[in-house]
């Protein structure tokens, strides 16, 4: 399920598509909007590596969400582990 879109629900769209913008402008447009996706992709990467340089000649540590990362899964495998103490002997075999 697709933001809570169904199939017959993608059909129409696809249909009303093809009926506005013709079968021939469809791989142009999907090209424009891929092509749109890279360049946005691409400037955020630029941004967060400007960020992280100038954090770096400043002196900021950039390396605490990698320590956050860490703590955060040390949590959920301790969570997991013992969900799976507990429901252990529940579970059944299918």
Same mark, same amino acid.
């Given at each position: 399920m697709f933001l809570f879109i169904s199939g017959a629900e $993608?059909? *129409?769209i696809? *249909? $009303?598509v093809v009926?506005?913008?013709g079968a021939d402008k469809i791989p142009e447009i999907a090209r424009g909007l891929g /092509?749109?996706?890279q360049q946005l992709k691409n400037a955020t990467n630029e941004v967060k590596k400007e960020i992280t340089e100038s954090g770096k000649n400043s002196g900021i540590d950039t390396n605490f969400v990698k320590d956050i990362k860490k703590e955060v899964n040390k $949590? /959920?495998?301790n969570v997991t582990d013992q969900i799976d103490d507990i429901?252990?002997?529940i /579970?059944?075999?299918l």
């Open positions: $993608i059909f *129409v696809g *249909v $009303i009926m506005l913008f /092509k749109g996706m $949590i /959920k495998d429901t252990g002997p /579970k059944r075999n």
